[in-house]
């Protein structure tokens, strides 16, 4: 029993915030909390449904198909679109899925402007990434082989994987994120593809605008205690 116990006390650690935050929201306003990857979902399923049609592939090519071969603008103005059109070599159902379970939860506790602007900054640092790495070509240091160039890179999966490494860190989840981290780590030691080590790159992204805030803070939080200490007056608090 003490080893039941024990794990079971690790989780609450883990996920129980979590847990609570999300079932708070969702008993509260229903399905209103979670706006946002309703609509994700429906403009994939939308989209998958279109681009298997007939005359329908071409044109969600043209809206949201990014490779690293394309001309620099025309890939930024695609990224936003590839973020939901589904891999064509992978079941919709499994992006439908990470839309639906990991953005949901992320515009719970994360709010729906981070949420926004976390899967998009994920998404374009893969892009860009792309861009760099078959620049660099494979002999370089995180170089791409040029073939890399033409493969089409398209669906929600490096926005998903920066947002659970966000919503690990909001919530101290450190053993979650870690294996986030470790899963895509292996994810490239097996495959070495593509998609992969933009998943990596998608974390890295993702680490950079959570450490962000929390050093501004600090920062703030330094200056305003020493200039407390300076002038005997009390330590501002935000």
Same mark, same amino acid.
């Given at each position: +029993?003490?080893?039941?116990?024990?794990?079971?006390?690790?989780?609450?650690?883990?996920?129980?915030?979590?847990?609570?935050?999300?079932?708070?929201?969702?008993?509260?306003? /229903?399905?209103?909390?979670?706006?946002?990857?309703?609509?994700?979902?429906?403009?994939?399923?939308?989209?998958?449904?279109?681009?298997?049609?007939?005359? /329908?592939?071409?044109?969600?090519?043209?809206?949201?198909? =990014?490779?690293?071969?394309?001309?620099?603008?025309?890939?930024?103005?695609?990224?936003?679109? *590839?973020?939901?059109?589904p891999a064509l070599d992978?079941?919709?159902? /499994?992006?439908?899925?990470?839309?639906?379970?990991?953005?949901? !939860?992320?515009e719970i506790c994360l709010?729906?402007?981070?949420?926004?602007? !976390?899967?998009?900054?994920?998404?374009?640092?893969?892009?860009?990434?792309?861009?760099?790495?078959?620049?660099?070509?494979?002999?370089?240091?995180?170089?791409?082989?040029? *073939?890399?160039?033409?493969?089409?890179?398209?669906?929600? *999966?490096?926005? =998903?994987?920066?947002?659970?490494?966000?919503?690990?860190?909001?919530?101290?989840?450190?053993?979650?994120?870690?294996?986030?981290?470790?899963? +895509?780590?292996?994810?490239?030691?097996?495959?070495?593809?593509?998609?992969?080590?933009?998943?990596?790159?998608?974390?890295?992204?993702?680490?950079?605008?959570?450490?962000?805030?929390?050093?501004? /803070?600090?920062?703030?939080?330094?200056?305003?205690?020493?200039?407390? *200490?300076?002038s005997g007056a009390p330590? !501002?608090?935000?």
């Amino acid at each position: +029993m003490r080893p039941v116990r024990a794990l079971r006390r690790a989780a609450l650690r883990e996920w129980g915030p979590l847990w609570t935050d999300t079932r708070n929201a969702l008993a509260a306003d /229903g399905l209103r909390a979670v706006p946002l990857p309703l609509a994700a979902v429906g403009l994939t399923a939308l989209l998958h449904l279109v681009q298997n049609t007939s005359w /329908g592939y071409g044109p969600v090519q043209a809206l949201g198909a =990014v490779r690293a071969e394309d001309p620099l603008l025309t890939a930024l103005l695609r990224t936003p679109a *590839s973020l939901f059109v589904p891999a064509l070599d992978l079941p919709v159902w /499994g992006a439908l899925a990470q839309v639906l379970l990991v953005f949901g !939860i992320a515009e719970i506790c994360l709010g729906r402007r981070r949420t926004l602007l !976390i899967a998009y900054v994920a998404t374009l640092a893969g892009t860009l990434y792309a861009r760099i790495g078959v620049a660099v070509g494979p002999g370089g240091f995180l170089g791409l082989p040029g *073939s890399d160039a033409r493969i089409v890179d398209t669906g929600p *999966s490096a926005a =998903v994987v920066a947002l659970a490494v966000c919503v690990c860190w909001a919530y101290r989840a450190r053993c979650t994120a870690g294996l986030v981290v470790a899963a +895509m780590a292996a994810e490239v030691v097996v495959k070495g593809n593509l998609a992969g080590k933009e998943h990596l790159t998608a974390i890295a992204a993702a680490l950079v605008l959570c450490a962000v805030p929390a050093l501004c /803070g600090r920062r703030g939080q330094g200056l305003d205690e020493d200039a407390g *200490s300076r002038s005997g007056a009390p330590p !501002i608090k935000s």
